[in-house]
């Protein structure tokens, strides 16, 4: 084919007239500076409101293209709900430095920690996500997840001062509901049965009720399931049923060791 025919090959398979990859670029700008915003001493919080307003119209106008769902409002809303996200992301950091003897002070925990940072965006995505508008909190913690290896989708119900721990590989599911001083490790999957598309608006994902910890590599699946509170989860553990309060889960993997003897 020559130069032309090509061309005209590649527009005829562009089919989606709204892909628009502004959006996802604009998104993490946006996501970037809310951060920034919030955390960062230096950053004028008057004048970056403002420059997040006209963000946000960005925004509207690359992600809104269904004029039945008008979002010019959305951003009226949503930073009337700025000072509560603050405060409940105050409280994961606190939990941080309570729980992780490693953690020498709340700043390493607002600036080094890849937990505290997936929560944070997942915290400002929910908002968004919870007045509908389209496309954006889900960019917003992909953009999460590309940085940290956390997975939460912005849907999932988070109660406050939630801790992940060497935050990565941690999977939470649109539908999960997570109570108050919830603490999960590396490698955590709060997920499904199994995926199909008739699963759409229906609760697929557990249930942690408060004060559960579920240590490394434990997978928890099933919408009806519900680890029920002060549990503990051991690591490596598969559940795909509830677990009453109080309870400890244990994996107990068989480990032979073999030693060779008479080596000199």
Request: aromatic share 10%.
């Amino acid at each position: 084919m020559d130069k032309e025919s090509i061309i005209a090959a590649l527009k005829k398979h562009k089919k989606l007239p709204y892909l628009d990859y502004r959006l996802k670029e604009e998104t993490e700008h946006f996501t970037n500076t809310l951060f920034y915003t919030l955390f960062d001493v230096n950053t004028p919080v008057a004048n970056n409101l403002d420059a997040l307003g006209e963000k946000f119209s960005l925004l509207v106008e690359l992600a809104c293209w269904d004029s039945n769902k008008p979002c010019t409002k959305v951003w009226e809303h949503y930073i009337q709900c700025l000072p509560g996200i603050l405060e409940k992301l105050n409280f994961d950091a606190k939990a941080i430095l309570d729980c992780d003897p490693a953690s020498l002070s709340i700043q390493e925990v607002y600036m080094a920690y890849p937990g505290f940072y997936a929560i944070a965006i997942y915290r400002l995505a929910h908002e968004l996500y919870n007045q509908g508008f389209p496309l954006v909190p889900r960019l917003m913690t992909e953009y999460a997840h590309r940085q940290t290896g956390v997975d939460i989708n912005p849907g999932a119900q988070i109660g406050e001062s939630f801790f992940i721990d060497h935050a990565t590989g941690v999977v939470i599911g649109e539908t999960a509901i997570i109570h108050d001083n919830v603490k999960v490790y590396q490698g955590v999957t709060l997920g499904a049965l199994y995926v199909a598309k008739e699963l759409q608006k229906v609760k697929r994902h557990p249930t942690i009720m408060s004060n559960v910890t579920i240590y490394a590599n434990a997978t928890i699946l099933g919408g009806e399931t519900i680890i029920g509170e002060n549990s503990t989860i051991g690591g490596n553990a598969w559940l795909t049923a509830s677990v009453p309060a109080n309870s400890t889960v244990f994996h107990t993997p068989e480990i032979k060791i073999k030693t060779v003897s008479n080596v000199q």
